[in-house]
Nanobody, 114 residues
């Protein structure tokens, strides 16, 4: 199983980025999918998650700015990020998991300048 993440980059405050993660090697319709991030000197945190039933959850700091979605036919999970702030700067990781399995992508860097 591989998680292929893309879409990170450099953007000015107020800008937008779209992260995409494609899962290869299995069918993940019943899995929980999410995006985590880790800023320098900080612990990794859940940014947004989406269940197999399309229930979404967001950390408070991104509510109203980020939208997570999934495309089960393509085994993909997306994170639309708008109104980006410098404090959103971090390495973003895609995660796909079930009760017995846990897969992580390599991470994609998002840098937001002030």
């Amino acid at each position: 199983v591989q998680l292929q993440a893309s879409g990170g980059g450099f953007v000015q405050a107020g800008g937008s980025l779209n992260l995409t993660c494609r899962a290869v090697g299995n069918t993940f319709v019943s899995y929980y999918m999410g995006w985590y991030r880790q800023a320098p000197g900080k612990q990794r945190e859940l940014v947004a998650g989406i269940s197999s039933g399309f229930t979404t959850t967001y950390t408070d700091s991104v509510k109203g700015r980020f939208i997570i979605s999934r495309d089960n036919a393509k085994n993909m999970v997306n994170l639309q990020m708008t109104s980006l702030k410098p404090e959103d700067t971090a390495v973003y990781y895609c995660n796909v998991r079930s009760f017995s399995e846990d897969y992580w992508g390599r991470g994609t860097l998002v840098t937001v300048s002030s």
